[in-house]
Protein backbone atom coordinates (compact mmCIF):
# COMPACT_ATOMS: atom_id res chain seq x y z
CA UNK A 1 0.00 0.00 0.00
CA UNK A 2 2.81 2.89 0.68
CA UNK A 3 4.52 1.87 -2.86
CA UNK A 4 1.21 2.72 -4.71
CA UNK A 5 1.37 6.10 -2.73
CA UNK A 6 4.75 6.51 -3.22
CA UNK A 7 4.33 5.59 -6.65
CA UNK A 8 1.13 7.60 -7.24
CA UNK A 9 2.64 10.87 -5.34
CA UNK A 10 6.18 10.55 -7.31
CA UNK A 11 3.35 10.62 -10.59
CA UNK A 12 1.42 13.74 -9.34
CA UNK A 13 5.17 15.09 -9.02
CA UNK A 14 6.18 14.57 -12.22
CA UNK A 15 3.14 15.52 -13.80
CA UNK A 16 3.11 18.77 -12.02
CA UNK A 17 6.63 19.46 -12.79
CA UNK A 18 6.31 18.35 -16.68
CA UNK A 19 3.04 20.96 -16.94
CA UNK A 20 5.45 23.45 -15.67
CA UNK A 21 7.85 22.86 -17.72
CA UNK A 22 5.25 23.01 -20.60
CA UNK A 23 4.11 26.56 -19.19
CA UNK A 24 7.47 27.67 -19.09
CA UNK A 25 8.60 26.66 -22.54
CA UNK A 26 5.11 28.37 -24.24
CA UNK A 27 6.54 31.42 -22.33
CA UNK A 28 9.70 31.09 -23.74
CA UNK A 29 8.43 30.19 -27.39
CA UNK A 30 6.27 33.71 -27.28
CA UNK A 31 8.82 35.62 -25.76
CA UNK A 32 11.63 34.61 -28.53
CA UNK A 33 8.64 34.41 -31.26
CA UNK A 34 7.87 38.25 -30.42
CA UNK A 35 11.27 39.54 -29.74
CA UNK A 36 12.99 38.33 -32.77
CA UNK A 37 10.27 41.16 -34.90
CA UNK A 38 10.26 43.61 -32.71
CA UNK A 39 14.27 43.93 -32.71
CA UNK A 40 13.91 43.52 -36.40
CA UNK A 41 11.72 46.35 -36.95
CA UNK A 42 13.42 48.86 -34.27
CA UNK A 43 16.55 48.23 -36.10
CA UNK A 44 14.52 49.63 -39.53
CA UNK A 45 12.88 52.05 -37.69
CA UNK A 46 16.18 53.57 -36.34
CA UNK A 47 18.36 52.98 -39.58
CA UNK A 48 15.39 55.01 -41.37
CA UNK A 49 15.22 57.73 -39.24
CA UNK A 50 19.10 58.64 -39.09
CA UNK A 51 19.74 62.06 -40.71
CA UNK A 52 20.83 62.41 -43.59
CA UNK A 53 24.34 62.66 -44.73
CA UNK A 54 25.49 66.33 -46.20
CA UNK A 55 25.54 66.61 -49.95
CA UNK A 56 28.88 67.24 -51.10
CA UNK A 57 30.01 70.35 -52.70
CA UNK A 58 29.51 69.07 -56.27
CA UNK A 59 26.21 68.16 -55.68
CA UNK A 60 25.06 71.01 -54.02
CA UNK A 61 26.30 72.98 -56.54
CA UNK A 62 24.49 71.10 -59.24
CA UNK A 63 21.19 71.74 -57.21
CA UNK A 64 22.01 75.68 -57.46
CA UNK A 65 22.18 75.34 -61.09
CA UNK A 66 18.88 73.94 -61.49
CA UNK A 67 17.82 75.87 -59.12
CA UNK A 68 19.00 78.77 -61.46
CA UNK A 69 17.44 77.48 -64.44
CA UNK A 70 14.04 76.93 -63.09
CA UNK A 71 13.97 80.64 -62.28
CA UNK A 72 15.48 81.72 -65.80
CA UNK A 73 12.42 79.19 -67.31
CA UNK A 74 9.96 81.37 -65.01
CA UNK A 75 11.13 84.64 -66.44
CA UNK A 76 12.25 85.84 -63.13
CA UNK A 77 16.06 86.58 -64.38
CA UNK A 78 17.08 87.65 -67.94
CA UNK A 79 19.51 85.29 -69.90
CA UNK A 80 22.49 87.61 -69.26
CA UNK A 81 21.97 87.27 -65.62
CA UNK A 82 21.58 83.57 -66.18
CA UNK A 83 24.56 83.30 -68.40
CA UNK A 84 26.82 85.46 -65.43
CA UNK A 85 25.53 83.29 -62.34
CA UNK A 86 25.88 80.22 -63.94
CA UNK A 87 29.86 81.59 -64.93
CA UNK A 88 30.36 82.23 -61.64
CA UNK A 89 29.15 79.35 -60.17
CA UNK A 90 30.80 76.76 -62.91
CA UNK A 91 34.25 79.21 -62.62
CA UNK A 92 34.47 77.74 -58.86
CA UNK A 93 35.14 74.67 -60.04
CA UNK A 94 38.05 75.62 -61.92
Same mark, same amino acid.
Given at each position: #????? =?????????????? @???????????????????????????? #?????????? /? =?? /????? =???????????? @?????????????????
Amino acid at each position: #MALIQ =EQTILRFIAIGLGI @TFVIIGIIFLYIYVFSIPLIIIGSISIW #MGRPKKKLPR /Q =EK /QDSVL =EVLKIRYAKGEI @TKEEFEEKRDALTEDDD
